[in-house]
């Protein structure tokens, strides 16, 4: 049905794919689980992307040539996996235009990155009457552990607002980023509207009162360049399943000085220099933060990830992406019933388009077109003040990757139609 929808929008998809470097069909054909079930539009991809072949080949080539323990082994097989995983950590070094590789601690994923700052940097860097500002729009993982901080500490919360259109009001900004403030952490691009955040003016603001800024990255990094020394931000966090590489492996980049600073998180093996019954003396970064055995394969396969998507080019990624949404929101912005959450103009956003349709709540849209073969997400999107603020309770969110083309949006739109016909809307 989704395919028959697709095919009838053929004319508008030539004319939009064509906008872009990108061959969406052809990338298609790299994605093992698209090239096994043909029927799925897959429009989820800010929950987790789909893998090409050559992350699952690193995968298999890392278990099936590779596989030991790093940095223990006095033999070759040991030898060569940690230099597999310190080449992947110097491959997402590079990803994000970090200066050295001791810079990037791999985690299991954002909110392991978000929760290591909080962790380790916040106790030694915050106390009673200091600040941490944070926005209406993030992500409970970037809210969350600075609540686990403020209840240890002492410290406060500052909450920069959002407008109706779902973006930062930045017109307080100012007022609120005094003298108490130690960071401020913020998401890159929501999750929810897709909003991209204008990050110099938080950085211009940080840098007045000498406090850092975290980047929630998660959304970013899939679909853009993302640079570490252009953006001037002190911590950067990013999950490896959003940008085409596994679940599980995801980092965390800082400074090298505020790493150097930074006491541990965990405790326990690799991350030790000496240790007694009774006391222990830390190894450098970025093991220091790395403690146990890590997901040695996933961060090779991250490494993999890194290089399929510069293959494509992060610049023809990010011209892709910015068509699709520029399609969508034109797309359903005429859809009758149909209202986008989020900013309009299609500059202010990136990767994904969330909305609501009259009369049919956002997860019974959600399961009618799952029939069609459509899998978009509905619910808060982990953003639960976000979506309180604009009065939601739920949107429906499609969400796109170099995989998608405009076709996709066309069969989107098509099964909204069938399914307000459902609900008799
Ligand atoms: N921040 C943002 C903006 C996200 O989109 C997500 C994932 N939805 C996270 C944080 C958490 O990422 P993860 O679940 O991979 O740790």
């Excluded at 149909?338 to 103009?345: E, H, K, N, S």
Aim: charged content about 20%; glycine content about 8%.
């Amino acid at each position: 049905m989704a395919q028959a929808a697709s095919a009838s929008a053929s004319v508008a998809t030539t004319v939009a794919d064509a906008a872009t470097d990108l061959d969406p069909a052809a990338i298609r054909r790299d994605f093992p689980l698209l090239v096994a079930h043909p029927e799925l539009i897959y429009l989820d991809s800010a929950a987790t992307a789909q893998k090409p072949q050559a992350v699952l080949d690193a995968l298999l080539d890392f278990y099936t040539h590779h596989n030991a323990n790093v940095h223990r082994g006095a033999y070759t097989l040991a030898a060569d996996a940690t230099l597999a995983y310190e080449a992947a950590r110097g491959r997402i070094a590079r990803f994000v235009g970090a200066r050295d590789a001791a810079e990037v601690v791999f985690t299991r994923g954002t909110t392991e990155a978000l929760n290591l700052v909080a962790g380790a940097w916040g106790p030694a860097n915050v106390s009673a009457g200091d600040t941490i500002v944070v926005t209406e729009m993030e992500h409970h993982s970037n809210l969350v552990p600075w609540h686990l901080l403020a209840a240890r500490t002492g410290c406060r919360l500052r909450v920069v607002p959002i407008t109706p259109d779902g973006r930062l009001d930045l017109d307080g900004l100012d007022a609120l980023v005094d003298e108490t403030v130690k960071l401020i952490s913020v998401v890159h691009i929501s999750n929810a509207v897709g909003t991209v955040n204008p990050v110099a003016d938080i950085v211009a603001a940080a840098r007045r009162v000498g406090a850092k800024v975290l980047l929630d990255a998660a959304q970013s990094v899939p679909h853009r360049k993302v640079d570490v020394a252009a953006l001037g931000v002190d911590f950067l966090a990013a999950s490896g399943h959003k940008m085409l590489g596994p679940m599980g492996i995801g980092f965390l980049w800082a400074r090298a000085s505020i790493l150097a600073d930074m006491p541990p998180w965990q405790g326990g093996g690799e991350m030790i220099r000496r240790v007694t019954p009774t006391d222990s003396t830390y190894a450098d970064p970025p093991q220091r933060f790395e403690a146990g055995t890590p997901s040695v394969a996933d961060a090779v396969a991250l490494a993999a990830a890194a290089d399929y998507l510069d293959r494509l080019g992060l610049d023809a990624c990010a011209a892709h992406d910015a068509s699709l949404v520029a399609y969508a929101l034109e797309r359903l912005g005429d859809a009758p019933g149909v209202r986008i959450a989020g900013p309009l103009d299609a500059p202010s956003r990136c990767g994904s388009v969330a909305f609501t349709v009259d009369g049919v709540h956002a997860h019974d849209l959600a399961t009618l077109l799952d029939g069609d073969g459509l899998c978009v997400r509905a619910g808060h999107h982990c953003t639960m003040p976000l979506h309180t603020r604009l009065g939601l309770a739920a949107t429906a969110r499609a969400s796109f990757q170099v995989y998608n083309g405009t076709a996709d949006i066309d069969a989107l739109v098509a099964g909204i139609a069938r399914a307000r016909g459902v609900f008799g809307v």
